[in-house]
């Protein structure tokens, strides 16, 4: 089983930045990559960014390439979500997630975080 933990939300303006954390509490081969993904209201949940714990291999959704950068402290067992030049569209639940392979859609995701709120004003 793993727990995992988000933290970092809040409400900002448009072109702010905002960092989240994922804080899990082990690693197994249940969690080879993490992943954030979002829900706005009325909206389905959708991919974010993605991370393997070793290589550091990452993927973005064409949304939020070259303004969100994934990264992870391997020592800490936390993922990060640095969120540069956010937009009002950017506005939704951000929660964090760990896979056994290399996954992009929600249903490939075993454990979930409790998700944080991201709101941009514009």
């Known amino acids: 089983q793993v727990q995992l933990v988000e933290s970092g939300g809040g409400l900002v303006q448009a072109g702010d930045s905002l960092r989240l954390s994922c804080a899990a509490s082990?690693?197994?081969?249940?969690?080879?990559?993490m992943g954030w993904f979002r829900q706005a209201p009325g909206k389905e949940r959708e991919f974010v960014a993605a991370?393997?714990?070793?290589?550091?291999?990452?993927g973005y959704a064409d949304s939020v390439k070259g303004r969100f950068t994934i990264s992870r402290d391997n020592a800490k067992n936390t993922v990060y979500l640095q969120m540069n030049s956010l937009k009002p569209e950017d506005t939704a639940i951000y929660y964090c997630a760990a896979a056994g392979v290399w996954a992009t859609q929600a249903e490939d995701y075993k454990y979930w975080g409790q998700g944080t709120q991201v709101t941009v004003s514009s």
């Open positions: 991370i393997t714990w070793t290589l550091s291999r990452t």
């Open positions: 082990s690693r197994t081969s249940s969690s080879y990559m």
